[in-house]
């Protein structure tokens, strides 16, 4: 989902419009807030109609111009198309003109379509969260109506006092706007305070990532040739020190191997995209193990949240060392293919397969379907029996992980 955050006048006070998830947040609501509007209207159209064909048949043209475009960002935010701002300042611009358009078409101030100024007046104010530019969309909303009902059917009737249910109406949607604004205020605070910590959690995870990879990795790495060198001197026929120094060895490249995943995930809470991270991910391991890893990528990576991102990582990560520890593979793939809805991740190797009763005999595959299941996702392991070699896959649906982070670490 390629969500843009470019700014807005008055910045400051509309910080939700750089949060991705916000706006996504945001959309959602508006989307399924509108069609719960449209589906009443409608009824209220097809029910007993008490308008002539000519007003019928306009108010019936509105409604199919709301869904339509209400459909269109529907659309963009299921598949997790491109949703930004924008969208949403013209869905709301398009609910005021459609709204004001029923008034004008019923005559004024009689039709009950102004009270879909206040859940579309609402709906700006939670979607922008500034109290300035809410302020001046309902005044820009209430000018329209008054000009509606001032200039459709007879106007307003002095004699009856009309004009003091227009000011009512009016007094109405600035109290709606006020009222939303305050708690959208006070969830905007909350939801910065969340993310400030967040960031600050990131920052630390990318310092120790760097602190690991300049220190304790080079450390393990030197050790590892250490061991080799002194594999190739010792006497052959001292069969047990040979068994020891191999035994060390390998512990030696399962530790460094171990150390890729901090190191490589702090690159995910750097902002880097989950492909180019497992694509180093899978080149340290052939670096390390010796044995091939290829990543096979199809599709454009969407900006993904950096916790979705750091989970599959950790399944990727996972499935890998099953690969280095107990599979005897001579080949490792990891396949990333991004769908129009949802995310596939494979991880393949031709080793020896699995055992009967493999999840029980240690806590690798509950780890990993547990992370798929934080983020949405479904996990599936195949093995079709011994030597045929072993598959994690993952799948997530786009748009399914309760917890949307910013991108990237701050």
Known sequence: MNIQTQSLPHRAGLAELTDPEGLRHAATISVWVRWSILAIALTLLVYRP???????????LLALLAMSFNGYVHFLVRTGRNVNWQSLLALSALDVVLITGGAVVGGGLAPLCFLLYYPALALF???FASFRISLGWVTMAAVLYSVAVLMAGEGIDLGAKEE???VARIAAMYGVVVVVSLIARFEHVRRTIAVQRERELHRERIELSQAIHDRVAQSAYMIGLGIESAIGTVDPANE??????EATHQLSRASMWELRHPIDSGLIFEGRELGEVLAAHSRAFTAITSVPADLVQSGKEPDLPA????LLFSIAHNAMTNAMRHA???????????????LRMSISDDGVGL??????????FRNMRRDAERIGGKLDVRSDGPGAGTTVTCVVPYGTHPEYTHRGGG
Do not use: M, W
């Open 50 to 60: 008490e308008y002539t064909l000519p007003i019928h048949v306009c108010y019936v």
């Open 125 to 127: 104010a939670v979607a």
């Open 164 to 166: 003091k249910v227009l």
């Open 240 to 245: 047990e020190q040979v068994a020891r120094l």
């Open 307 to 310: 916790v979705t991102r750091g």
């Open 328 to 342: 005897s593979a001579n080949r490792v793939t990891v396949l990333l293919d991004f769908g129009r809805e949802s």
């Open 355 to 364: 055992p009967s009763g493999y999840e029980d005999r240690g806590h690798g």
